[in-house]
């Protein structure tokens, strides 16, 4: 299983990015999905999640601005960033909660990272 993501790039302040994650490979049921993010000298956060269903959770400080979604038929979850701010600036990562058998447990899998860069 693997998971490609894309869309990063540099922006200005105020401005909008949407990120894209697809999984493929050997996938019975794809799970909980998201994104993280990891600033240079920090700690790698959660910055939203959904699950199959369509539930989400946001990180206090995207709230508002940032929207999760997904397409079960495409294994992609999406990220769409508006009013971004130059404290977004980071690497995103996206992960997914992946079954590959219907008797096989669900392992986590995470993509590359792409970059996120917010000029003020």
């Known amino acids: 299983v693997q998971l490609q993501a894309s869309g990063g790039g540099l922006v200005q302040a105020r401005g909008s990015l949407r990120l894209s994650c697809a999984a493929s490979?050997?996938?019975?049921?794809?799970?909980?999905m998201g994104w993280y993010r990891q600033a240079p000298g920090k700690q790698r956060e959660l910055v939203a999640a959904?699950?199959?269903?369509?539930?989400?959770n946001y990180a206090d400080s995207v709230k508002g601005r940032f929207t999760i979604s997904r397409d079960n038929a495409k294994n992609t979850v999406y990220l769409q960033m508006n009013s971004l701010k130059p404290e977004d600036t980071a690497v995103y990562y996206c992960?997914?909660?992946?079954?590959?058998?219907?008797?096989?447990?669900?392992?986590?899998?995470w993509g590359q990272g792409t970059l996120v860069t917010v000029s003020s």
């Open positions: 992960n997914a909660d992946v079954s590959t058998g219907w008797d096989t447990s669900p392992y986590l899998y």
């Open positions: 490979g050997s996938i019975f049921r794809v799970n909980d």
């Open positions: 959904i699950l199959r269903g369509g539930s989400t």
